[in-house]
């Protein structure tokens, strides 16, 4: 499975609607060809959305295009505003408002799949998705995050002074929410991107060996939901083991500002993202 990672994948049935790393349930056949798809999902759950309204959204959404062969990575991220037509419902909405109209959970993240895969045409069929409140301890984990801080960040909680630091789990989760500058989301979604190359530097860093990624997934499993069986997460873990964070090309659906009924959308530029899409897949 190590040597051969594309086995865990190939000719096999995808195993959708399930929170289960350990999952047997299966669904359509997997494509013949050593690149997936993986979505990442970061969902905005907040002591505050859980008393007041009780539901959560994918405010961090990311897909990486993964050669299994070549282990070539690249990362794609989309806006959490993204105007879009989420599969069911009429007219467009934002694209992280897919989770909660599925119901949340199995069904939530099998409407976000969809959602994603229409919008890009590609077939997205692998999420792994994080509460983003666990972030502290996932980073305290691994000793702490090397990042450039773009910025000064003194609002909404946030504590964070420019330049370089090692970002410890506080300090890290209030970097990849914090949106409070004239661009807003756009801005967050680009400190997100660096922030999962920094975690990945960081993996590497520590021990670069499959049975330390192991380790720390089963940490922290509890708290990680994937569609993903296990043959696969190991396949995935001996792939990014090898993979240099700094040749991971990053993307960002390019778009606009749109207010429509006093609501702030991104939207999307199809034809610059069709060009990006080529480059991507």
Do not use: C
């Not at 070549?70 to 879009?84: A, C, E, F, G, H």
């Not at 694209?95 to 409407?111: C, D, R, T, V, W």
């Not at 089963?218 to 700094?246: H, P, R, W």
């Not at 993307?251 to 080529?278: A, R």
Request: hydrophobic share 35%; net charge neutral; glycine share 6%.
């Amino acid at each position: 499975m190590i040597n051969n990672p594309e086995t865990a994948f190939k000719n096999s049935e995808v195993p959708k609607n399930s929170t289960d790393a350990n999952t047997t349930k299966k669904d359509k056949p997997e494509f013949n060809n050593s690149k997936i798809y993986v979505v990442f999902l970061g969902l905005d759950i907040t002591d505050d959305r859980i008393k007041t309204i009780g539901n959560f959204r994918t405010d961090t959404i990311g897909i990486f295009s993964i050669d299994l062969k070549t282990k070539k990575v690249n990362l794609l991220s989309i806006p959490r505003d993204t105007y879009v037509q989420i599969p069911g419902r009429e007219g467009y909405d934002k694209i992280n408002a897919a989770y909660p109209y599925g119901g949340m959970g199995k069904s939530g993240y099998e409407l976000s799949l969809k959602t994603i895969s229409n919008f890009l045409g590609i077939d997205v069929n692998y999420y792994v998705s994080i509460d983003m409140q666990n972030i502290p301890q996932i980073v305290d984990a691994v000793g702490g995050i090397p990042i450039n801080v773009e910025e000064d960040m003194h609002t909404h909680g946030a504590n964070l002074n420019k330049g370089y630091q090692i970002l410890d789990g506080k300090k890290a989760e209030d970097y990849v929410r914090w949106r409070y500058d004239p661009m807003g989301d756009i801005n967050r979604v680009k400190r997100q991107q660096q922030f999962l190359l920094a975690f990945l530097k960081q993996l590497k860093a520590n021990k670069n060996d499959v049975s330390s990624y192991l380790k720390l997934y089963n940490a922290f499993k509890g708290e990680i939901y994937t569609n993903l069986n296990f043959n696969q997460i190991l396949a995935l873990m001996s792939v990014m083991k090898d993979v240099n964070a700094d040749d991971i090309k990053t993307y960002t659906v390019p778009g606009s500002f749109y207010n429509l009924n006093n609501i702030s959308y991104w939207k999307p530029d199809m034809e610059k993202l069709n060009e990006i899409i080529k480059e991507f897949k």
